[in-house]
C-alpha cells in the first residue's frame, strides 16, 4: 500500500477512535469528562501520526501535544484536541503537507526546485516555498564542504559563505530574505507571504545554484 493510503486510512482510523472516545461521555455539563484509557490511547496515536506527516515542529503537532498535555479528563478538553486533528486532517486532504519526507523525491536540488514548482502551478504555495527552502539549504551545505566550512543552520551557513566570499553581501541579503518566507512556510504563517513571492524565490534559488554549484 502506498504512503498516502497508508496515512489516509491512519487518519480514518483515528476519526473513528475520537468517536469511540465521544461515545464515553459522563454527563452533558461542563465538567462531564470521558474515559482518560480511552483517550490517551487516541490521543498517542494521533501524536505519533502528526509528527510523522507534518514534523514535530508543525504548528499541528505542537497545538495538539500541548492541548493534550493539559487535558485532566473533561469532555471539553478532548474536543478542542479533537478539533485541532480535524484540522490536520483536512489540510494534509488539501495539500498542506510540510514533512519534507513526504514531498521529497528527488536526490538532487534540481529535482527539488522542479517538484517545487509543479506543486506551486497546482496551487499549492505552502509546500512550494518549504521544498525551495529545503534546495538551498542543501546548496548552502555543499558550498561549504567545497570551502571548508561546517554545516549549520542556513542562516549561519549563509553568513560564512560571504565571509568566505563565496558570493557578496547582496547575494547574502538575499538568501535571508529567501530563508525568511521559508521559515513562514514551515510555522505556519500562510498568510505572511504570497504565490508571486514563492515564485519569485524558485526561480530566484534556481539561478543561484546555476550560478554558484
Request: glycine share 8%.
Amino acid at each position: 500500500m502506498k504512503l498516502d493510503k497508508l496515512i489516509e486510512q491512519r487518519f480514518s482510523e483515528l476519526t473513528k477512535k475520537a468517536e469511540v472516545v465521544a461515545s464515553t461521555r459522563t454527563g452533558n455539563d461542563s465538567r462531564s469528562g470521558v474515559n482518560s484509557e480511552r483517550f490517551h490511547e487516541w490521543a498517542t496515536g494521533v501524536l505519533s501520526l502528526l509528527q510523522s506527516v507534518f514534523g514535530e515542529s508543525s504548528p499541528h503537532h505542537q497545538n495538539f501535544f500541548k492541548l493534550y498535555s493539559l487535558f485532566v479528563g473533561y469532555y471539553s478538553d478532548f474536543e478542542i484536541c479533537r478539533g485541532v486533528f480535524r484540522a490536520a486532517k483536512e489540510d494534509y486532504e488539501s495539500g498542506y503537507l510540510f514533512s519534507v519526507r513526504g514531498l521529497i523525491k528527488a536526490e538532487d536540488s534540481t529535482d527539488i526546485l522542479d517538484r517545487a514548482t509543479e506543486i506551486l502551478k497546482a496551487g499549492y504555495k505552502d509546500p512550494a516555498c518549504v521544498l525551495a527552502g529545503v534546495a538551498l539549504e542543501i546548496t548552502l551545505k555543499e558550498l561549504c564542504t567545497r570551502n571548508g566550512l561546517p554545516h549549520g543552520k542556513l542562516d549561519s551557513m549563509n553568513i560564512e559563505l560571504c565571509k568566505k566570499a563565496v558570493y557578496n553581501m547582496g547575494m547574502q541579503k538575499q538568501i535571508t530574505a529567501w530563508a525568511h518566507w521559508r521559515n513562514k512556510a514551515a510555522h505556519g504563517e500562510w498568510h505572511e507571504y504570497k504565490d508571486t513571492n514563492v515564485d519569485d524565490m524558485v526561480k530566484g534559488v534556481t539561478r543561484f545554484i546555476a550560478e554558484y554549484l
